[in-house]
Structures are given as C-alpha cells and as structure tokens.
T-cell receptor, first 112, second 115 residues
Framework: ETGVTQSPTHLIKTRGQQVTLRCSSQ?????VSWYQQALGQGPQFIFQ???????GRGNFPPRFSGLQFPNYSSELNVNALELDDSALYLC???????????FGSGTRLTVV | AQKITQTQPGMFVQEKEAVTLDCTYD???????LFWYKQPSSGEMIFLIY??????QNATEGRYSLNFQKARKSANLVISASQLGDSAMYFC????????????FGTGTRLKVLA
C-alpha cells in the first residue's frame, strides 16, 4: 500500500505566475485535504475534496483552487502568486471525510 | 473561536528521559478530537496519538501518552524514554465532528533530544 505522494517536492516561481501542485492519494482513499504551512507556523486548512466535489474551504482567496480526479488524485492551483504564498503545501488523504488522514511530505513553494 | 495553543516554541530533553509537550485548546463544541503529529525535517506529518472528547481514559500509543484534562482544556503529550530520533517539530491539532472535518493546528514545539 503506497502512501500519499506529492509532486514536485520543491519549486521556485516568480510573483504573478501560476502554479499547480499535485497529490496522489493513498490507495483506497477518496478524500483529499490541502494545507498551507508557512515557515514557523502550523498548517492552515485550504480546502477539502470528497469524491471530486469541494467539501469545505478555509480562509483562502479564490485564486487558490483545486480539483479531484476520478482516481482521487488531486491538484492545487494558485494563480497570481504573491510572496506570502511561499510555504510548504501539504496534502492529506483519507477514506471518507471523517478522518484517519495520511499526509504527504509536501511541496515547498518559494515565490520570488 | 476554535484554537490550539502551544506555548513552548522549543524544548530540550536528555536521551532516555521523559518530556511533556503542552497543548491547550478552545472550543465550544462538545464533540471534538485531539491529535498529536510529529513533523521531521522531511516535512510529512506523522500521526502519533488521538484522544476523543468523550473518551474516559487517556490515550496511549507505545512511548506516547496524552494527558487529557477536559476541564482545563489541555491535551499534553508525554514522550517517555526519549530517543535521538524523536527530535522534530510536534504539532497538536483539533477536529470537530460538525462541519467540514479539518484539522486546526497549533504553532508547534521543536523538540531536541540530547545524547
């Protein structure tokens, strides 16, 4: 049984650009949540997808958007990147929205 | 407001000693869950232990135990017999059964185990 895989592991983008981060859920998991972890902070909830539908959203602007695919993998898209978007982005998957989440190792995004 | 507070930015412990990491929480919901996660430098969040708000006994998982004091709204993590591999960031988190099931994390405690 594979865990949660995120790609890329690191990337550097320029302010104003767009970025797509990818997450492959643990086998059998149908729910994916994304978190943003700024340096020195705890992770902050961005949004959750359950069976391809958004199932809740945190306090993030609309330029943060996501998708979940039929195989339950997921993407996080961020448009018009800002310097404050620099963070570790964590994906977590579970079977059902009620918990038992497995986290990936994250994508470290640097915006310059 | 739902909030997790971890007041210890950093802690040191001697190898083989026990250490307590503090966590207090704030919620008006009677049904909630409390978690502790370990985050090594690799970045992934590793689940350590869970305590439900209605659980009568404190949770234990191997060397980890959760000292749950509901009236004080505290959920401290106790690590016994510390090992060098325990050096990492530790996060306390809370979830609720109502609304979207999401984690609310504290700011974390960096633990350094000394040889």
């Amino acid at each position: 049984e594979t865990g949660v895989t995120q790609s890329p592991t690191h990337l550097i983008k320029t302010r104003g650009q767009q970025v797509t981060l990818r997450c492959s859920s643990q086998s059998g998991h149908n729910t994916v949540s994304w978190y943003q972890q700024a340096l020195g902070q705890g992770p902050q909830f961005i949004f959750q997808y359950y069976r391809e539908e958004e199932n809740g959203r945190g306090n993030f602007p609309p330029r943060f958007s996501g998708l979940q695919f039929p195989n339950y993998s997921s993407e996080l898209n961020v448009n018009a990147l800002e310097l404050d978007d620099s963070a570790l982005y964590l994906c977590a998957s579970s079977l059902g929205a009620g918990g038992g989440y497995t986290f990936g190792s994250g994508t470290r995004l640097t915006v310059v | 407001a739902q909030k997790i507070t971890q007041t210890q930015p950093g802690m040191f412990v001697q190898e083989k000693e026990a250490v307590t990491l503090d966590c207090t929480y704030d919620t008006s919901d009677p049904s909630y869950g409390l978690f502790w996660y370990k985050q090594p430098s690799s970045g992934e969040m590793i689940f350590l232990i869970y305590q439900g708000s209605y659980d009568q006994q404190n949770a234990t998982e191997g060397r980890y135990s959760l000292n749950f004091q509901k009236a004080r709204k505290s959920a401290n993590l106790v690590i016994s017999a510390s090992q060098l591999g325990d050096s990492a960031m530790y996060f306390c988190a809370m979830t609720h059964t109502s609304g979207t099931y999401k984690y609310i994390f504290g700011t974390g405690t960096r633990l350094k185990v000394l040889a």
